[in-house]
């Protein structure tokens, strides 16, 4: 049992490893596809976020005109 236990310890270590080698990899990678992707998601945050800000001018700007 105890055999059994390690050899799996030492099959999870390994796949951890080699996950966190593939993202370190990624990340340092610019021409990475996960890097682009998150680019790009991160671009879209802040189009998003700054739409949201213009529509809340307008909603005030036509609150404003609407209460003469």
Request: cysteine-free; glycine content about 2%.
């Amino acid at each position: 049992m105890t055999e059994f236990l390690l050899a799996l310890l030492i099959i999870l270590v390994v796949i951890l490893f080699g996950v966190i080698i593939f993202f370190w990899w990624q990340f340092n990678n610019t021409d990475s596809r996960l890097v682009k992707l998150i680019e790009r998601r991160i671009h879209l945050n802040n189009l998003y976020i700054k739409l949201d800000k213009i529509q809340s001018i307008d909603d005030i700007k036509e609150e404003v005109d609407t209460s003469y």
